[in-house]
């Protein structure tokens, strides 16, 4: 029998009791920066050693956490379900935990590209700094979807949320679009489970908010639905 299809929407919220901040906690900054400054094109031509700097930073921080039970039970339900997870991430923490359908629709952190072909991209777990060139002689860059660019896997992301069986939504504050702008795409009658100690949506049909935080919602929701 054909698995039914569970699409998992993560943010900022789950990483952050592995020790990630997000980004809206502290009146728009992002760990002390404007963002506008750090993960835009216009900060990006202004000073490139900054973002450069700032990602480098970002990058050390991934390597000292690790994924916490909200990343870890979704692995489990795999063994009932084809999940897909769409994260707005650029942590490698669900790929860490085990998840072996992971979309980041924002970048990856641990990968960069060239400012030249934008589908020249490496693996790169190291600092990145100037003069780190592709194979073309051009500066490489961090990627990362900046604000302002476009997200070349949203419509892979839409057409998965119209497939959907069952939606589980961990973690963000459903601000940023066309992330956000996702959840039009769900069926009617699909359930949508929401998990966020400070769920920002508006109620709508089929709708269950667990205002609790990843590592004390997600579990459960798993149990249940591996129990169904
Ligand atoms: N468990 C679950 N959710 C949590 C937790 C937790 N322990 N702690 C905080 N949250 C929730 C907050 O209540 C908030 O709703 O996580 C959400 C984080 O929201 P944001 O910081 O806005 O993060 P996100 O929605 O992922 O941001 C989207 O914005 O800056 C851009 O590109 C960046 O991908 C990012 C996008």
């Not at 992002?30 to 990058?59: C, I, T």
């Not at 650029?90 to 979309?103: F, K, T, Y």
């Amino acid at each position: 029998m054909k698995k039914q299809k569970i699409i998992v929407l993560t943010g900022a919220g789950i990483s952050a009791e592995s020790g990630i901040k997000t980004f809206r906690d502290a009146d728009g900054l992002w760990e002390g920066h404007d963002v506008m400054e750090v993960a835009s094109p216009e900060g990006w031509r202004r000073n490139k050693e900054l973002v450069l700097d700032f990602y480098n930073q970002r990058r050390r921080q991934l390597l000292d956490v690790t994924p916490n039970e909200a990343h870890i039970a979704l692995v489990n339900l795999e063994k009932k379900y084809d999940v897909h997870i769409v994260t707005q991430n650029v942590d490698d923490l669900h790929e860490r935990a085990g998840s072996s359908q992971v979309l980041h629709l924002h970048g990856e952190l641990l990968k960069v590209r060239s400012t030249f072909d934008e589908d020249l991209i490496l693996d790169w777990k190291t600092d990145l700094n100037i003069g780190d060139f592709c194979e073309h002689n051009h500066q490489l860059r961090p990627h990362i979807v900046w604000f302002g660019e476009m997200v070349p896997l949203l419509d892979t992301a839409a057409f998965l949320v119209s497939q959907a069986d069952y939606i589980i939504i961990i973690g963000t504050s459903m601000q940023v679009y066309p992330a956000a702008g996702l959840i039009d795409y769900v069926q009617a009658n699909i359930p949508i489970h929401f998990v966020d100690p400070n769920p920002a949506v508006s109620p709508r049909d089929n709708l269950t908010i667990h205002k609790k935080t990843a590592t004390e919602g997600v579990p459960k929701i798993v149990h249940s639905l591996l129990s169904l």
